[in-house]
């Protein structure tokens, strides 16, 4: 029985091997369709019946830029080819990225502050293409140790952000174009000190499908992540973050701890593809599907 030959697959390109026909087939974008002889095995080359838009000329804002999922979804938006606005509220970290990824432009400040970030889409000086929001994190508290007042920032805070972000670029996004927030898989399963995170986690989607009527030609997706392997998880494990790892390789389906390239991935992906639009995109590695 002969070996599947090993091909790599340049941009633009996927390879399949077809072992009952013996053939590798290389779907390619450019419009041409002609056999080669690899050996004894025979390659066709065959044009892709669709075409996804890449990111070429296209203008990308990331909110929560400097770190994590945000900074790798800005690195990938300019492998694509965009070109990207990038915010943060740390001003030593974004100028960092911003030394890496030369955007258009930066602005430091905290994304919750409807205020200013009302502000900051009024000052943008052309139309844009896609928003991604990665700003704010999650939030435990166990019942008894509550705060009503921080409770209520908590909630105020992400729903604001995330309506203001609706309400104020919707006439600096083009038609097509999406707006992309980040919500969670964590907070599926009822447990001590969820109560906020939970709530938060069936209402994004909720809202999320609103605002993709609402704005729409303008699409509206969200990414719920599992855990991911980011400074922020680092921050809020402390110590314990290596065990964590350690649990998840053993335990999830992927054998493998998601990291913000697989994010910004998926994150790329939904920019491009013009057909998506009010969804919610789980990306855990399969961590609903283990027991807790």
């Known amino acids: 029985m002969g070996r599947r030959p090993t091909v790599g697959n ?3 390109e996927l390879w399949n091997w077809l072992p009952s026909t013996g053939r590798l087939v290389l779907v390619v974008r450019e419009s041409t369709t002609e056999s080669r002889q690899y050996g004894t095995c025979e390659v066709v080359l065959m044009t892709s019946t669709q ?22 979804t800005a690195r990938q938006v300019r492998a694509a080819g965009a070109q990207v606005i990038l915010v ?61 007042g921080a409770a209520r920032r908590a909630f105020d805070q992400r729903l604001a952000m995330t309506l203001g972000v609706a309400l104020y670029s919707r006439d600096k996004v083009r038609a097509g174009g999406t707006l992309l927030f980040m919500g969670g898989t964590g907070g599926r399963r009822p447990d001590f000190g969820m109560a906020i995170a939970s709530t938060l986690t069936a209402a994004l989607p909720a809202l999320t499908a609103n ?10 997706n969200l990414i719920a992540p599992g855990f991911v392997d980011t400074p922020l998880s680092a ?20 054998g493998r701890v998601v990291g913000p390239a697989d994010v910004a991935a998926l994150a790329v992906h939904i920019m491009r593809n013009e057909a998506l639009t009010g969804g919610s995109y789980d990306i855990d590695g399969g961590q609903q599907l283990i027991a807790h």
């Open 88 to 148: 943060g509220r740390n001003p030593e970290r974004l100028e960092r990225a911003a030394r890496e990824l030369q955007p258009l432009s930066t602005a430091t400040f905290d994304a919750t502050d409807t205020d200013r970030l009302k502000q900051f889409f009024q000052d943008l000086p052309g139309p844009i293409d896609h928003v991604m929001v990665t700003a704010g994190g999650p939030h435990y508290m166990p019942l008894a140790d509550m705060d009503l």
């Open 10 to 12: 340049p941009p633009g």
């Open 235 to 254: 921050s809020l494990l402390g110590d314990q973050l290596e065990a964590r790892r350690g649990e998840l390789r053993k335990t999830l389906p992927i």
């Open 51 to 72: 075409r996804q838009p890449d990111l070429a000329d296209q203008t990308v804002v990331v909110i929560g830029a400097s770190a994590g999922i945000g900074l790798e």
């Open 211 to 220: 605002l993709a009527l609402e704005l729409a030609p303008i699409r509206v």
